[in-house]
């Protein structure tokens, strides 16, 4: 296994980084809100690709969000968003 | 809220199967379909909660994604009352208590009469009743304006009457008729004579001529203000002393002392409960009695009846057309028995004190009172002596 490619960015986000524009609304990249260590909100995810109490997986377009915690639960979720709850210990972005 | 809202739009919870279930879980969100309670126990097997309406969609979604779905369980409003659906008896029940209370609800139960003072509200219900309004009509059939004229036609003393109907409550607002003042009779040849015997205190002559003065003693049926007035001519004038009749008014006090009797036997009648007692129970259904348990017929020949009603009202304090009534009959004898003097005495004294506050009016008071008991043929007389101040004036025709 060799190195992973970087990422390219897109040429709305480089636009946005260009113009000093926020990035979630013109190029639509995932927007994380963490409340405490309890609750927290994805906006803009491209849906679940793992769902357990230990470990939910989340799309993000070109990321991966690999959320860890205990007791976690999908409470809400739609096509632009979604809310975990539960005992988050970690969040990693792949 | 969220919760009873869930619970009136009724919800599933589901079972899906099949390699990717997480696939199920991105369509629905994309595709506008609420999920919650989502748990995943095992690998390709996911639990979730959806509305009821949803279902068919997910259903749909579900087979796009390749997964089965198998109903665990159904909550809600909707599923509570589809399990009635075959009951026919409880449906038919239903539509007969509807159609009850839409039909009950337009009779009349309670008349509230409000805005009387003078006139007791018992006599506008019983001229009410007389026009055939009492609790049980039918209020839709009401012609309450004619009603209503009919009532002030029936009662001088009403100016006003309004009839309104609130569902089952009948509501008649009355406005009454401003009493006319007493004309003061300016006619006629009256004087002003002693009621009682006393000694003049002071004396008030509004029309007439004062004959009494402070410190006179006078006996009942005296004049104090006569009606006959005299006008003295000029001094060392030749034209006669001139007199005209007119309606005496004037008001006269005076020391009085008045002496009451009461009396009382020393032996009185007491009851003997033998019992023997009876209970009747009677229901009370819109002014009709309805025997449900006893016999009224009574064989004896004395006794008492104590009545107890339970009667529902409603939070405003009005009385419902329906009431439980218990009568019971206690058959007593009577013996005679020797009465307490003492407080036979205490009685007889209030009685007396009772009467000479009456005797005396608003305007006169008592100053002193003394009482002396005697026991006399059997009987304990008791009588009052007090000493008052009064009004004594009285109107009286002249002679």
């Known amino acids: 296994m060799g190195v992973p490619k970087p990422r390219r960015p897109s040429l709305l986000e480089r636009t946005a980084k260009l113009l000093d524009l926020p990035a979630d609304s013109l190029a639509g990249l995932p927007r994380l809100e963490l409340i405490g260590d309890g609750e927290l909100r994805i906006e803009n995810h491209k849906g ?47 | 809220m969220r919760r009873l809202m869930n619970y009136l739009r009724g ?11 997480e696939r199920l879980m991105n369509l629905c969100a994309q595709q506008g379909v609420e999920f919650w309670g989502v748990e995943w126990p095992e690998a390709h097997v996911l639990r979730l909660t959806v509305r009821r309406k949803d279902l068919a969609e997910l259903r749909r979604l579900a087979e796009k994604a390749g997964c089965q779905v198998e109903v665990e369980g159904r909550r809600g409003l909707p599923d509570f009352l589809l399990r009635f659906r075959s009951r026919y008896l409880f449906l038919i029940g239903l539509a007969f208590s509807l159609c009850a209370v839409a039909v009950l609800s337009h009779f009349v139960l309670t008349i509230q009469v409000t805005g009387n003072q003078r006139v007791p509200a018992a006599v506008i219900l019983s001229q009410l009743r007389q026009l055939g309004v009492k609790p049980g009509v039918f209020g839709p ?29 009948l509501e008649v607002i009355v406005r009454e008729t401003i009493p006319t003042p007493e004309p003061v009779d300016e006619s006629g040849y009256y004087d002003i004579v002693a009621e009682a015997d006393g000694i003049i205190t002071r004396v008030e002559a509004e029309q007439g001529q004062a004959v009494v003065q402070a410190g006179d003693t006078v006996l009942a049926g005296e004049t104090l203000i006569s009606g ?20 005496a008014r004037g008001r006269v006090w005076a020391r009085t002392w008045r002496t009451l009797t009461a009396s009382i036997p020393v032996r009185a009648a007491v009851k003997d409960y033998t019992g023997e007692q009876k209970t009747t129970w009677t229901l009370e259904l819109l002014g009709r009695r309805i025997e449900i348990f006893g016999n009224s017929s009574i064989s004896w020949p004395l006794y008492d009846k104590i009545t107890s009603v339970r009667q529902p009202f409603l939070p405003d304090g009005s009385a419902l057309p329906i009431a439980l009534r218990r009568e019971t009959c206690r058959a007593y004898e009577t013996r005679l028995t020797d009465v307490d003097l003492s407080a036979a005495q205490s009685l007889l ?33 008791v009588t009052l002596q007090g000493e008052c101040r009064e009004e004594i004036g009285q109107e009286q025709p002249a002679a």
Do not use: C
């Not at chain 2, 003295?232 to 002393?241: I, K, N």
């Not at chain 2, 005396?360 to 009482?371: I, N, R, T, Y």
């Open chain 2, 349 to 381: 004294e209030e009685q007396l004190s009772a009467r000479l506050e009456q005797l005396l009016g608003e305007d006169g008071q008592a100053e002193s009172v003394q009482f002396r008991a005697r026991v006399e043929n059997e009987r304990l007389l």
């Open chain 2, 228 to 247: 006959l007035v005299s006008i003295e001519p000029p001094q060392y004038s030749d034209v006669p002393v001139e007199y005209y009749q007119t309606h």
């Open chain 2, 11 to 21: 919800m599933a919870r589901l079972l899906v199967s099949g390699p990717f279930p």
């Open chain 1, 48 to 94: 679940i690709l793992a769902y357990g109490e230990e470990e939910i997986h989340v799309s993000g377009g070109g990321f991966l969000f690999q959320i860890a915690g205990s007791g976690l639960e999908l409470r809400a979720m739609t096509g632009a968003e979604l809310l975990i709850t539960g005992k988050i210990r970690q969040i990693q972005l792949t």
């Open chain 2, 141 to 169: 059939a009401l012609d309450r304006q004619q009603l209503a004229q009919e009532v002030m036609l029936g009662l001088e003393d009403l100016a006003w009457v309004g009839i309104n109907l609130h569902g089952t409550r």
